[in-house]
Each structure stands twice: as C-alpha cells, then as structure tokens.
C-alpha cells in the first residue's frame, strides 16, 4: 500500500510541475503579446514626420497590434484550457495550433522583411521619391547635411539647410541605408526573440 502512495504521490507532484512549468512558459507568451501592444501604442501615440516614421510606418505599426493582439488571445486560450486540462482538451488543441500559427506568421515575416533589405537602393529610393513627406526628407538631411537621395537634383526635400550648399556632391542614400540598417537589424532581433 505504501509504495502505491508514493506513486501517486509522483504522479501528483509532475503534475504540479508540468502545470506550472506551462504556467510560466504561456505568462512569458503573454508577456510578447503584451509587449507587443505596449510599443506599438507607443509608436502610434509618438508617430511624427521623424526619421523614425520612415521605418515605422502605419502599416506596420497596426500589424504590430494585431500581433499582440493575437498572441494575448491565443495565450488566453492556453489559460483558460490549463484551468482544467483533462475536461478542456480541445482548449489545449486550439492553444497549439495558435502558437504554431503564430510562430509562421512571425517568420514569415521576418522572411518577408529580409527579402526587402535585398534591394534596398530601390526601396528606399522610391520610398523617397514618392511616399515620403518632405519633413521625413528634411530630418534625413539635415542629420545627415546631404541633399536628395542620388544627389541634389534627386528630389530633395525644399527649405532644408543642407540643400544650400550647391556644390554637394553626394545626396542622402548612405545616410538612409545606414539609419534603417540600424532599424532593421532592432526588428529582426525582437521579432524572431517573440
């Protein structure tokens, strides 16, 4: 009789492991979504015409909340189905599923965002010559103190103080290729660390 007590007693004892080894791995897949949502209402209340918001856009921001917003869900899910796991079995199904689709969607992604940076002289140029408000063109060069993208002539952005100084050779390309350079390689970090 005793040894059947301390089997029991064992099997217990996983149990409560196993519960709260899941308790802590799904409050950290919370934390993500939670994250998540903090910095992309962050970026959406701080959105102004900085360099910033040339990386950052809108687009991007959104897909940042309705990342959080999935993981915070899906992370409810693996709660709620936890809370008693032998009778919520489908719970922990659709938990799994979740998790995995999120993990694609994430690296896929990252892929996509990567395959961007393989061309990145035509992105950022079009994106400069035809998306970009002049304030965001005027914040690369007056940090930079270069004028247009290729060269002066290259769509510069008027009223800069850079742009007055006619005999600048070069325009903004290296300073934009540098500074979202440094943006990408922070997104790539914290999307495959989520």
Known sequence: MRAAEVGSDLSLKLKYSVRIGFGLVTACYMLTGISALAAGGYF????????????LTTNVLRSLLAAGIYIVISALV???GSLAPLTRKSWLIAYIVLIVGAVLIETGIGIWMWSRTLDIDDLYGYNWRHLWSDEIKRSFQDKANCCGYLNMHDSP???SASCTDTVMPYGCMVSVQQYTHGYLTYIYSWLFGF
């Open 44 to 55: 959406m209340a701080t959105n102004d015409t900085s360099r910033r918001s040339a990386m």
């Open 78 to 80: 693996g709660v709620y």
């Open 157 to 159: 952005a008027p009223g």
